[in-house]
């Protein structure tokens, strides 16, 4: 399809497991961004990557999150040792370099920690 | 992480009316956006705007930039049923290696035809 695709649309995981969410960014789009939306909350930043560039992570709430980025375009975010706080929907964009102004959404993926 | 204030947080109105929501932060931004996204869906970007004052038409969706660049406001004339969703708006700062989406709480609206 034309538009970024995510990996699973639903996640439910028992607390203490590990998860992996995909993104498959807009072909083309060197630029890839994570976010996290809890319940009623806007969207908050987890992890930019750019091109070969050395990816920011600074939105990473803890070391249980990570992510990486293969062959410059699909996108793996992996949440390690779920607690139920982690519970929200992940949102993955991507947009050409330099257009953080045009950024292009997934539908995400829920997840639920029991 | 760090927030924009939108206010109000859900309207409920009759179709046909006119909506009107916004956002203020403590800090300046150069440019404003205006999001607004469906159940199950992400974000779908609806305005943008890049100079304070600038006051920008989508149809029925008209966006202001505030003079002080610390405020924005989304209208919506004659809403329609299909206006239902949430709206957010979103601050881009600029620093550092990133230029980051600041994103409000959002708008929750819901038409009653």
């Known amino acids: 399809g034309a538009g970024v695709s995510q990996s699973p649309s639903n996640k439910v995981t028992e607390k203490g497991k590990d998860v992996e969410l995909r993104c498959d960014p807009i072909s083309g789009h060197t630029a890839l961004y994570w976010y996290r939306q809890s319940l009623g909350q806007g969207l908050e930043f987890l992890i930019y990557f750019q091109g070969n560039s050395a990816p920011d992570k600074s939105g990473l709430p803890s070391d249980r999150f990570s992510a990486e980025r293969t062959g410059g375009s699909v996108s793996t975010l992996t949440i390690q040792r779920t607690q139920q706080e982690d519970s929200a929907v992940y949102l993955c964009?991507?947009?050409?370099?330099?257009?953080?102004?045009?950024?292009?959404f997934g539908p995400g993926t829920r997840l639920t920690v029991l | 992480g760090q927030q924009l204030n939108q206010s109000p947080q859900s309207m409920f109105i009759q179709e046909g009316e006119d909506v009107s929501m916004n956002c203020t932060s403590s800090?300046?931004?150069?440019?404003w956006l205006w999001y607004k996204q469906d159940p199950g869906e992400g974000p779908v970007l609806l305005i943008a705007l890049y100079k304070a004052g600038e006051l920008t038409s989508n149809g029925r969706l008209t966006a202001q930039f505030g003079i002080t660049r610390k405020d924005s406001f989304l209208n919506i004339s004659a809403s329609i049923p299909s206006d239902v969703g949430i709206y957010f708006c979103a601050g881009l700062s600029y620093g550092g290696a990133t230029n980051k989406l600041i994103f409000g709480t959002g708008t929750l609206l819901a038409v009653q035809p």
């Open positions: 964009a991507s947009s050409l370099p330099g257009f953080t102004d045009t950024q292009y």
């Open positions: 800090s300046i931004f150069n440019t």
